[in-house]
């Protein structure tokens, strides 16, 4: 049976069966081996740029020296490790009455620092504004210090200099242009001066209630040591629990960028849409070039039949061919794949700024087993068509229902394509979300096409033309085919309008999330009474309008009436918050930024409250102040709508029920507070200002004019940090934008197997008509009549399935702003059209050359 397989197998092949099973196969598999091949370098990549962004692979933050056994376990581990030493500091410079003093951010560093990134120096105030320098090399020299570019101007001094820190001077060597880890914490705000560690104990700042806070940073000196960094994660953690340690947080990419980790979050996600896409279009590939190939097989299986061989029999050598198409087909597109994603490397050129880790066998595994996946999948229902072909159909040209065993294997189909979802996503609910909408597409799809063919049959008549005629008839006389058709060519196009037309709108969205113009200064402590002469100077330096807000420094000391302690939690990030300030606000509208996910804002219907709530409540003189909490803290902190909270400020007690929870934007890099209070229970509270702005590159130097004129204030430059988000976010956009566009090569061939699956058929009745009588002007105009008819109405459903599919995707799996853009029905309508008479021009041109005698007598 096997021999047999083989040469029908090798007969089918030159006869041209098999090469577009083959084709479809080997494109599809090609398709997602290329993306996975890509997309497993690029995500390991990209992880290891953004952890550039920590300095490290892992950061361990202290308030007390680290113990030695700490670092002894890092370097049993084989693991890099370096460490870092922050805390606000006044450095001086000059003296007598041209004396001055400024807060600084000083950050003693040691050898090796950073473990990952660049730590960029130059001498040029201006290209150090732009981020611009040379890699550094190493730390600053004993006795010297790197400083930003605002220090020198607050400070009145230049390059080559000496300021004073604590009980020593130190000579201003470097400006810094770009510092991998420095983040958007409060302790950064200030200007930033850096030192080397071993002199650090020089300045006589080391003292009791100094506060420092003590950074141990770990990286894995080799990619296969990288699973050594989350073990000593795992076993850190475990010391950290048995020994009941306090004040030390550990800090991942997850957990220490907020901006970064949703960066990358929507990246994964864009990245799993692509394998989806993908795995979709390679799934309805396979099934039309399956079912042509049954269809092409049936004479010849019937003939099988006659000859002998037993319906098991037949099974197999179909089973047998098919599963030798699969692994040829399978292994060839993975070798593509392989080759294909060096080619997409090659075109991105310096997208990519360092060398992408080296590929691993697991895409070309996956691609293997996806092929077959696809085959057994959609290939299997077909076969099993096959066996159950009767022996008569030799003489009478019909076909018995499909056996219920032979409807059953669609299940088997379905269950593969959820699998293949799942597979490619790694996300449960993108997958299921996916998969959901494209089977529902799908039922949509087929119901649209038999309503549109019923109104079709009344419009027969509509039009006194013989192709018009011709072409309404073709399309009633294989209503199953054509429904087929429309929904094959819907969701190939639905698909490549998700690609591209959509895509597009979901970039823009993306790119907006952190847009070019986003603040990249902040102002902090700003008096009541200096507010209007701030604002009219920032609006002189071109930043009209830039909000402020009130912030409020206070102190959670209850919830839902007990007391917080350092024992109400164990999670030591809770613990953490529950001890330190909040910096909390009041204002009557919310931030355009924010987003309400749960209750109401301010004012409106009251949120459910609980028992507690309720009791203080009925017990309190005048009704509860009203909170909103950012869903973050919200969830370490376990709160909930209707609970209270009680905060200390300036000896002052203010207790308000949460009324609302809030997402925020943390890569916007606005203003935004973890608590904001309604405005009436804040009245006559202590308070300074906040601001954030964006300020043009050249206005700079106005900045150093305002600290100057207002001591007080510290202002913020986080123009670095912003440019980092930005630079691995267009770096992100532009390899999706480049995995979508590989993607289209198999939308283009599942519009091909569409447009291409009836053409045995059309031959037939092209044969038969022009034997009676038609020309084959007749039946061109028909045909082409035909095919704008249903590349319309595919074409129209697709576009609102991909308006959906994009709404839903940026509504509720990325978060953004979605707006209906009518150009996508337009070009979904001139889309379909198009391609369907194009398909049908190339068909159109097989089916009428062939002389009607050789028609009817192959018939």
């Not at 479809?24 to 550039?52: K, Y």
């Not at 049993?76 to 006044?90: E, Y």
């Not at 050898?111 to 990134?117: A, C, H, Q, S």
Request: charged residues 15%; proline residues 4%.
């Amino acid at each position: 049976m096997f021999k047999q397989a083989v040469r029908m197998t090798a007969r089918d092949w030159r006869a041209g069966q098999l090469r577009f099973l083959l084709v479809a196969l080997t494109v599809a598999v090609a398709a997602l081996s290329a993306a996975g091949f890509f997309i497993d370098r690029l995500r390991t990549g990209l992880e290891r740029d953004a952890h550039q962004l920590l300095g490290a692979d892992l950061v361990v933050n202290a308030d007390q020296p680290l113990p030695a056994a700490w670092r002894a376990e890092a370097l049993r581990r084989g693991l890099r490790l370096t460490d870092t030493a922050t805390f606000p500091s006044m450095a001086q410079a000059g003296a007598g009455e041209r004396s001055h003093g400024l807060l600084a951010s000083v950050k003693a560093v040691g050898e090796g620092y950073p473990l990952r990134g660049t730590l960029k120096t130059t001498r040029d105030a201006g290209q150090a504004e732009q981020s611009l320098g040379e890699a550094a090399g190493g730390i600053p020299a004993p006795g010297t210090v790197w400083v930003d570019a605002g220090l020198l101007g607050g400070l009145h001094i230049a390059l080559g200099e000496q300021l004073r820190l604590g009980d020593a001077s130190f000579t201003v060597t470097r400006l810094i242009a770009s510092e991998p880890d420095r983040g958007a914490s409060f302790m950064n705000f200030a200007p930033r001066l850096m030192l080397p560690l071993a002199d650090l104990a020089s300045t006589g700042l080391l003292q009791p209630g100094a506060r420092l806070t003590y950074r141990l940073l770990l990286a894995a000196p080799t990619e296969q040591l990288a699973g050594q960094v989350a073990a000593y994660e795992q076993w850190l953690q475990a010391a950290i629990r048995a020994g009941a340690v306090k004040g030390v947080r550990i800090d991942s990419l997850e957990s220490g960028r907020p901006e970064m980790r949703a960066t990358l979050e929507r990246a994964d996600r864009f990245l799993s849409l692509v394998g989806l896409l993908s795995a979709l279009l390679a799934a309805v590939a396979v099934a039309m070039a399956a079912r042509r190939f049954m269809l092409r097989h049936l004479d010849a299986c019937a003939m099988l039949r006659c000859l002998g061989l037993t319906q098991n029999q037949v099974a197999r050598m179909y089973l047998i061919e098919f599963t030798l198409v699969g692994l040829a087909g399978s292994v060839l597109g993975v070798a593509l794949g392989f080759a294909g994603h060096y080619v997409l490397l090659e075109v991105l050129g310096k997208l990519v700024s360092a060398e992408l880790p080296a590929p691993s066998l697991l895409p070309a595994l996956q691609g293997v087993a996806t092929g077959m996946l696809l085959l057994v999948g959609f290939a299997l229902p077909p076969v099993l068509q096959l066996r159950n072909v009767p022996h008569n159909r030799v003489i009478r040209r019909e076909q018995d229902a499909p056996r219920p065993l032979a409807l059953a294997t669609y299940g088997l189909g379905l269950a593969s394509f959820v699998a293949l979802l799942l597979w490619q996503a790694g996300d449960v609910r993108l997958a299921l979300a996916t998969a959901l909408g494209f089977l529902a597409a799908f039922g949509l799809f087929a119901l649209a096409g038999r309503l549109a063919l019923a109104a079709l049959k009344r419009a027969r008549g509509a039009v006194d033309n013989q192709s018009w005629r011709f072409a309404v008839t073709s399309l009633q006389r294989r209503p199953g085919a054509t429904v087929v058709q429309i929904v094959s060519l819907a969701l190939g196009l639905m698909a490549l309008l998700l690609l591209t037309v959509v895509r597009g709108d979901l970039m823009t969205a993306w790119r907006n999330a952190t847009p070019a113009d986003a603040p990249n200064r902040f102002i902090i402590n700003i008096q009541p009474e200096q507010k209007a002469a701030i604002a009219a100077r920032l609006e002189r330096a071109g930043a009209p309008g830039a909000p402020l807000y009130p912030m409020i420094r206070g102190r959670l000391t209850a919830l839902n009436g007990a007391a917080v302690t350092s024992d109400t939690y164990a999670d030591e990030r809770a613990r953490n918050l529950a001890e330190r300030e909040f910096n909390l606000s009041t204002m009557a509208t919310m931030q355009a930024e924010n987003k309400i996910v749960a209750g109401r804002w301010f004012g409106a219907a009251a949120a459910p409250a609980s028992a507690a709530a309720v009791a203080d409540a009925a017990s309190a003189a005048e009704p509860l102040a009203e909170a909103s909490v950012e869903e973050g803290i919200a969830k370490t902190l376990r709160l909930k709508l209707g609970d209270t909270m009680r905060f200390d400020i300036a000896g002052q007690t203010v207790e308000a029920r949460i009324t609302s929870l809030r997402k925020l934007e943390w890569g916007s890099m606005r203003v935004n507070f973890f608590v904001i209070i309604s405005p009436a229970a804040m009245a006559g509270m202590p308070q300074t200002w906040i601001t954030a702005f964006h300020l043009p590159r050249q206005r700079g130097a106005e900045m150093d004019a305002l600290t100057r004129d207002y001591p007080n204030l510290t202002i913020v430059d986080v123009g670095g940090v912003l440019r980092q988000v930005q630079a691995v976010l267009e770096q992100v956009v532009t390899a999706v934008e480049f995995l979508f566009a590989f993607t289209l090569v198999s939308g283009l061939l599942v519009l091909y197997a569409a447009l291409m699956g009836s053409q045995d058929e059309r031959t037939r009745e092209a044969g038969l008509l022009r034997a009676l009588g038609a020309t084959r002007r007749q039946l061109s105009r028909a045909q082409l009549i035909e095919f704008a008819l249903v590349g319309a109405l595919a074409g129209l459903l697709a576009a609102s399935g991909a308006a959906a599919m994009g709404w839903a995707l940026a509504t509720y799996q990325f978060q953004f702003a979605w707006a209906f853009a009518p150009t996508v029905w337009l070009v979904g309508l001139a889309a379909g059209a198009l391609c369907a008479i194009a398909g049908g021009w190339l068909g159109l041109r097989n089916v009428l050359r062939q002389p009607p005698l050789q028609t009817l007598r192959e018939g």
